[in-house]
């Protein structure tokens, strides 16, 4: 075998180890869903990529093509006009399609702040702008009663 094929520099090889080097998107969305969970921020991640044989099942329970992947519940401490954040994330080079562009101002209508980030840091980065860092709630500062009211599944309060 040729140097070149067996991943000498110049060769294949070479190449192929450096694309492992650049964070993929799945690589971006848990730098993302760390910081999220150090600061205590409500948020869910909707795996809207993905599994290919339950997807015609995942459709039909709801799951809608281009919803974005990130929401988080909490409204933005530096930004209150805003019900909460979405956010479409992408690798460095990635785009949104058309329909996550539709669902983005969907949501941007109905009061979220709506954003695509091409990178874990840069979503880390609008999580600081947003002030969700000085969300940190102790556990001496929880007041169950703020909850009262709240109906759950079959009717029954809390």
């Known amino acids: 075998m040729a140097r070149s094929e067996q991943g000498q520099p110049g060769g294949q090889g ?5 694309r492992r080097l650049t964070p993929t998107e799945v690589d971006e969305c ?3 869903a760390g910081w999220l969970n150090m600061h205590h921020v409500v948020y869910i991640h909707v795996p809207n990529e ?3 044989n339950r997807m015609g099942q995942l459709k039909n329970m709801g799951l809608q093509p281009g919803f974005p992947d990130y929401i988080i519940f909490d409204t ?3 930004r209150p006009q805003f019900k909460g954040t979405v956010i479409e994330m992408k690798s460095a080079t990635g785009k949104a399609t058309p ?3 539709r669902w983005l101002l969907k949501l941007e209508n109905r009061g979220y ?3 695509v980030c091409n990178s874990g840091d840069e979503a880390i980065e609008l999580c600081l702008e947003l002030g969700y860092h000085r969300l940190h709630i ?3 500062e929880y007041n169950p009663e703020s909850t009262q009211g709240a109906v759950w599944r079959k009717g029954r309060k809390r």
Request: proline share 9%; no cysteine.
């Open 99 to 101: 329909e996550q562009r």
């Open 138 to 140: 102790e556990r001496s």
């Open 30 to 32: 848990v730098a993302l």
């Open 113 to 115: 702040y709506t954003t």
């Open 14 to 18: 070479l190449s192929r180890n450096l």
């Open 50 to 52: 993905g599994n290919l």
């Open 76 to 78: 933005p401490p530096a």
